[in-house]
């Protein structure tokens, strides 16, 4: 018979596991990786142009096929309810990060949370991607010593994201505690070229 403690368990076992995982594939598997495997050469991509994504088609299919693997093994090892919830879980919070980690690339900031978390991300891409390499949460760089608290970011001019700044390439108010735009990393601060709008299909 299931209890609502052991399934508690599964559903938060397969979160944290997640967590772990979230940490190990971008530090060990992503940047330890330099370039060798498809996650690495993937991920490093996505440092050299931080608008760039995996395609959805290769990311669906490659969590089918990780989740079908861990639930034969969740099953064998706890059953089938509790492996099952946990497997379940373990997908639920993949699908969280890879939401989240979207929207720290193309959506302010709403609230503490979310303003500590696109800081910590941005301290990984614009001043030490030796450092902070979970999304979600802190937690694994803390135990792993790889945790850097994150100041005022230096955002790399062509690089910088499209809700930080106003049409002038100026940094919004509400945001420039956090943030300043640099000509490069490490360099000095500078405004970026005004954006010039993208032409639409069709148009004269």
């Not at 693997?69 to 309810?81: D, H, N, R, S, Y």
């Not at 720290?104 to 709403?110: A, G, L, N, V, Y």
């Amino acid at each position: 018979m299931t209890t609502i403690p052991l399934l508690s368990c599964a559903l938060i076992g397969g979160a944290v596991s997640w967590s772990f995982a979230e940490y190990a594939l971008h530090n060990w598997l992503g940047h330890l990786g330099r370039g060798r495997n498809d996650f690495s050469r993937e991920h490093l991509a996505h440092h050299s142009q931080p608008t760039y994504f995996t395609s959805l088609t290769k990311k669906v299919t490659t969590g089918a096929m990780v989740l079908s693997i861990l639930a034969v093994g969740a099953v064998a090892l706890f059953g089938p309810i509790y492996g099952l919830v946990a497997v379940a879980s373990f997908g639920a919070s993949y699908t969280m990060y890879e939401v989240l980690h979207r929207r720290i690339h193309t959506h302010p900031p709403t609230g503490p949370y979310s303003r500590f978390v696109r800081k910590h991300h941005y301290a990984h891409h614009f001043c030490d991607p030796s450092q902070n390499h979970g999304v979600t949460s802190p937690m694994w760089d803390i135990v792993f010593g790889t945790y850097t608290p994150a100041g005022r970011i230096p955002v790399v001019a062509r690089h910088a994201m499209d809700w930080l700044c106003d049409e002038a390439g100026v940094v919004h108010p509400e945001l420039a505690a956090d943030y300043e735009i640099v000509r490069r990393a490490g360099g000095r601060p500078s405004r970026p070229a005004p954006r010039t709008p993208e032409p639409v299909a069709g148009a004269a």
